[in-house]
């Protein structure tokens, strides 16, 4: 028996002792708080304009909740609870998760940043901590944005579902923007030896890009586009580095961390400009084998973006304020349409216009949605957790029950110790 049980326990331990190991390998590793997490919490307060904007800690994560560490409002939170329609819509946008899905990342765009009012964002150089990208000798520093108020005024009334997304993240985002401002030009894109490369046998729409040696020419992806414009590389399923092979001492450098089918995706990235020539060439440096969609590449026409912030600004909300989780919006008299507030529409979430009665929110391509009909000039959004009052009411009940149980017991407890107690008889002896 004792054999029986050591073999056992034993076995229990190692099994236990690998798995932990296994499970160890495909998490994330953060640094504890120190000089890195300080600066940005300094560089984040320094620029914070909440309610008035959004800051995003950054696309260099510190932890997997860099808002609650660090401060700002972005999206890259860790929960298991993580909503589908906010993860639907991040994700349609063109940005990237961990943990199968369940941290969402910081998307750096100039097109989302205007959807939802991030008016500063955070730039910080690859964590020391991490072994995923070496250090580019930068350091952290802030940039600023001129961007809509967290709620706008969309003239096409009306009720639209987070499916009515296509493929595209360009386009998606351009739906949500109500303006055309990219540019998604034809690719070309060859292997390291100069070749077409195959497409993809599995679930992932797109051309096979295997990892090569530094020392052996890089793949690459070519294509036209307007001068001047903003280049973008959308490339979920590629895990590595890119750049412009036209400016590669000084561009940005594109970081993409994906291991398909395992935990992560990754977001959209910045590239540069496309040169005067109108012709660019993105120099790919892949550590393993990935893939490069369809639609990869979008150019950003800053000018026009210039143009629909500014329209929507002048269209959008004139005062927003929010506490605890109430958002409450001044409007330009007359406003028409369907108000819009920079946040997903989950479940719980009740808006009323004027003296109106709140009533469940409505959704516009999965954000919060809200018709107005020009009687109106206010808005006001209560977020109430679903079930919160039928879980009340059912806590309250069992409470007085449990009350009313306690009350009946003491009573009878009581009445039973004033009781005298019965005579005492004895049968007569034979």
Not at 12 to 26: C, Y
Not at 95 to 104: A, H, I, Q, V, Y
Not at 154 to 167: E, H
Not at 232 to 251: I, K, V
Request: with cysteine; proline share 9%.
């Amino acid at each position: 028996m004792a054999l029986l049980l050591g073999g056992q326990f034993g076995e229990t331990t190692a099994t236990a002792a690998v798995a932990t190991r296994l499970r160890l390998a495909h998490m994330d590793d953060y640094a504890p708080w120190g000089a890195r997490q300080q600066q940005q919490a300094d560089a984040i307060a320094e620029v914070d304009g909440w309610p008035r904007y959004r800051t995003d800690p950054g696309r260099e994560q510190t932890v997997g909740n860099d808002p609650l560490l660090v401060g700002g409002q972005g999206a890259q939170y860790y929960s298991s609870l993580t909503s589908d329609v906010l993860s639907r819509t991040l994700t349609a946008l063109g940005d990237g998760w961990t943990s199968r899905g369940r941290n969402l990342q910081s998307l750096d765009n100039a097109v989302t940043d205007a959807i939802f009012s991030v008016g500063a964002r955070v730039h910080s150089p690859p964590d020391p901590h991490q072994n995923w990208f070496p250090q580019d000798g930068s350091g952290v520093t802030v940039s600023r944005q001129d961007v809509p108020p967290l709620v706008t005024v969309r003239p096409s009334a009306g009720r639209r579902d987070v499916t009515a997304f296509g493929p595209s993240p360009y386009r998606n985002q351009e739906l949500l923007l109500g303006a055309r401002v990219y540019t998604v030009p034809r690719l070309t894109v060859r292997t390291s030896a100069g070749r077409p490369p195959s497409r993809s046998e599995d679930t992932r729409p797109g051309l096979r890009i295997g990892a090569v040696p530094d020392a052996v020419r890089r793949p690459s992806i070519t294509a036209a586009c307007p001068a001047g414009s903003e280049v973008y590389l959308w490339a979920p399923h590629f895990s590595g580095t890119a750049r412009l092979a036209s400016d590669p001492a000084t561009g940005p450098t594109g970081r993409f961390r994906s291991d398909y089918p395992v935990t992560k995706i990754a977001p959209m990235q910045r590239l540069g400009r496309v040169p005067a020539s109108g012709r660019l060439r993105i120099e790919l440096s892949p550590d393993r084998t990935g893939v490069i969609p369809d639609g990869a590449v979008g150019c950003l026409d800053t000018g026009r973006l210039h143009t629909a912030v500014g329209h929507l600004k002048a269209t959008g909300a004139t005062d927003v304020t929010v506490s605890d989780g109430t958002v409450r919006a001044q409007l330009p008299a007359g406003s028409t349409g369907t108000a819009v507030v920079a946040a997903p529409r989950i479940a719980g979430w009740r808006c009323a216009t004027g003296g109106a009665s709140a009533v469940p929110a409505g959704q516009y391509l999965g954000l919060i949605a809200v018709p107005l009909d020009g009687s109106s000039t206010s808005l006001t959004c209560t977020f109430d957790p679903p079930g919160l009052r039928l879980g009340g009411a059912v806590g309250a009940v069992s409470l007085l029950f449990l009350v009313l149980l306690c009350v009946v017991t003491a009573v009878r407890r009581r009445r039973a110790a004033g009781q005298p107690a019965p005579p005492m008889t004895t049968r007569p002896s034979a």
